[in-house]
């Protein structure tokens, strides 16, 4: 069964540089979600996206913008990186908005900022 | 203010032994409880969950979980670990406004004794 495709799957990059962090739902998957999980932390939510629109919105840094294009794939652009920016990076996808509707995590991107 | 811990950082238990992992939430309402695993450098797959109905749900891969409201928990169990559980294990509760953000916990990770 297909699943979530993240790109890259590992990223390195210098303090103050761009990154750009894409997701590929499941197909027919409306729904996409960002979590940002840091060195030994829990997964903690950045924002999500329903048919294209923003849904939620958590503790992401203004200098993270994202969004989710005509064919359902959501890109995480992330600007003036900082040390504190290194995590796993988890894109997860669903068939619909709510919680009620399962959750397909993708295998994460890891970054690392030096 | 909602919020998920799990008391237990570090769980070790021999293989065949039995297992049960704490998990306690803040919510001002019924809520909507998960528990994922995630293997190393795998994404969080869904064990099982909890919305309504009867308080001890199964899952997959032989886990249950019993959802009990007076102690504002929903700690998993599995009868006979193999080592293959090793992994690290998160709950969750989803978010207000059922947008589908998820609040994780710390997560524990379990260590399997041959």
């Known amino acids: 069964a297909a699943g979530v495709i993240q790109s890259p799957r590992h990223l390195i990059k210098e303090k103050r540089e761009t990154a750009t962090l894409k997701c590929y739902p499941i197909?027919?998957?409306?729904?996409v979600y960002w979590y940002q999980q840091g060195p030994g932390q829990d997964p903690q939510f950045l924002i999500s996206?329903?048919?294209?629109?923003?849904?939620d919105k958590g503790s992401i840094p203004d200098r993270f913008s994202a969004q989710q294009f005509s064919d359902y794939h959501s890109e995480l652009n992330m600007s003036s990186l900082e040390l504190g920016d290194s995590a796993l990076y988890f894109c997860?996808?669903?068939?619909?908005?709510?919680?009620?509707?399962?959750?397909?995590f993708g295998p994460g991107t890891r970054l690392t900022v030096t | 203010a909602q919020s998920v811990t799990q008391p237990d950082i570090h769980i070790t238990v021999s293989e065949g032994a039995s297992l049960e992992l704490r998990c306690n939430y803040s919510?001002?309402?019924?809520?909507?409880l998960f528990w994922y695993v995630q293997s190393p450098g795998q994404g969080l797959q869904l064990l099982l969950k909890?919305?309504?109905?009867?308080?001890l749900v199964q899952g997959i891969k032989g886990f249950e979980a019993e959802f009990k409201r007076s102690q504002s928990s929903f700690n998993l169990r599995k009868p006979s670990v193999h080592w293959s559980d090793a992994a690290e294990y998160f709950c969750?509760?989803?978010?207000?406004?059922?947008?589908?953000?998820?609040?994780f916990g710390q997560g524990t990770t379990l260590q399997v004794k041959p």
């Open positions: 997860a996808s669903s068939l619909g908005r709510g919680v009620s509707y399962e959750q397909y």
């Open positions: 909890y919305f309504s109905g009867d308080t």
């Open positions: 919510y001002g309402a019924t809520p909507y």
């Open positions: 969750a509760v989803g978010a207000y406004g059922n947008t589908g953000k998820l609040i």
């Open positions: 996206f329903y048919e294209k629109m923003q849904s």
């Open positions: 197909p027919r998957h409306d729904t």
